[in-house]
């Protein structure tokens, strides 16, 4: 048997993945949203029998084994935390929490409990454009080492549909392009290459700061475009540049990864690859068309293809099996696990300070929680020392 799902949240990545997990044989018996009149009316869209504005009532009921935390950042440590220690597998949303101080909670909990699935939805690792261009990659079709890797990726205005103030408008809050397409491209470096960022530079603006909608007291600082520099530990560099600074819904991605013989890149779903001095080749077109009812989503496709293969492997995951834990790891193996949510919220957390500070950042990955009350505990120490 799947297992039951409760969902957290009722946005749009909500409304396309619902009929995806009922596509694919899953039971959803469970929504909550802050307001229970949101819940309400998301439970009578989608069919969900049971909605709530009080998280317990969704993480207690015997039917839910599986939690989509697909809220606002705020909330992701503290539902993914309590959902793992009561014995529900955790699929959380990108950014995982707010900072590294919230993914560290979600990491704890993770390691307490190995035998539940703990994962992040960085959808991208399961876009077949990039599994190919990974194994690629592994097969050596470049025939030298990866010397550059440079992503554009545009899109509409992410504040564009949005009635009114809400989180996406607050970059604290976990909102803008560095924190909802950023984290998708920091994970994808690793994804494709194994190596992790040492140092980054970065320039983050926000250019809208008011839109038909938004327009009262409170201004958008969450930023509508960023491009930042990553340097990884091999000496691989990255360029990035993202841009929701642009009219319309239209989203164009190109990823290309350079060697000094040849070049693999993808440009939207395909993936098209040159060595030597040949001509392009076209390595997989992206022919497949989605099987969801799902019509005009504000997500882009490349977004909704990965979602559609994640939850796929998640099936696979869960499938009858003789193990003990209930699932196998195989299927969602090369999924963002807690560990990798904790070093995109280090990288990005470095992005933000190399641009308030105009240079290079080294990329620092907590180990254990910050210190709320540095100067207490400094006098703290001085009191010690003292009296010793």
Not at 68 to 91: D, E, M, R, T, Y
Not at 216 to 234: H, K, V, W, Y
Request: charged share 20%; proline share 4%.
């Amino acid at each position: 048997m799947l297992p039951g799902i409760g969902v957290f949240g009722t946005g749009p990545v909500v409304k396309v993945l619902v009929p995806v997990f009922r596509e694919n044989g899953f039971k959803i018996e469970a929504i909550w949203s802050q307001t229970k009149q949101d819940a309400q009316e998301a439970a009578r869209e989608l069919k969900i029998p049971f909605f709530t504005d009080t998280i317990d009532e969704v993480l207690l009921r015997k039917d839910v084994d599986l939690i989509f935390v697909l809220c606002p950042p705020n909330l992701h440590a503290q539902i993914s935390v309590k959902a793992l220690g009561i014995g529900k597998h955790v699929v959380c949303d990108k950014p995982a929490g707010l900072n590294q101080a919230d993914a560290l909670k979600m990491v704890g909990a993770g390691q307490y409990y190995p035998t539940l699935i703990s994962l992040i939805n960085h959808s991208f690792r399961f876009l077949p454009a990039f599994v190919h261009m990974k194994k690629a990659l592994k097969e050596n079709f470049l025939q030298s080492p990866v010397t550059l890797i440079d992503i554009r990726i545009q899109s509409g205005s992410i504040f564009g549909d949005l009635d009114s103030f809400d989180w996406k408008c607050d970059d604290t809050m976990g909102g803008g392009t560095l924190n909802l397409i950023g984290s998708h491209v920091v994970d994808l470096i690793t994804f494709l290459t194994g190596q992790k960022a040492v140092k980054v530079h970065g320039v983050v603006r926000t250019f809208t700061k008011n839109t038909d909608n938004i327009n009262g007291i409170r201004n958008i600082s969450a930023p509508d475009f960023c491009t930042f520099q990553m340097e990884l530990e091999n000496g691989i560099l990255v360029t990035a540049t993202l841009n929701s600074h642009t009219v319309g819904s239209t989203f164009n991605q190109d990823v290309m990864v350079c060697s000094s013989t040849g070049h693999l890149v993808v440009r939207g779903g395909d993936l098209f690859g040159r060595k030597n001095k040949g001509t392009e080749e076209v390595i997989y077109l992206d022919v497949e068309d989605l099987q969801i009812p799902v019509a005009n989503t504000v997500l882009p496709k490349t977004f909704v293809k990965g979602l559609c293969k994640m939850v796929a492997a998640l099936r696979e995951a869960f499938l009858p099996n003789n193990e003990k834990e209930g699932w196998i790891k195989e299927p969602v193996k090369s999924a963002a696990t807690f560990e990798d949510g904790l070093y995109v919220q280090a990288v990005l957390s470095a992005i933000r300070q190399s641009s308030q500070n105009r240079q290079w950042v080294k990329v620092k990955v907590l180990t254990e929680q910050p210190d709320k009350n540095e100067l207490l505990s400094a006098v703290v120490r001085r009191t010690a020392i003292t009296i010793s």
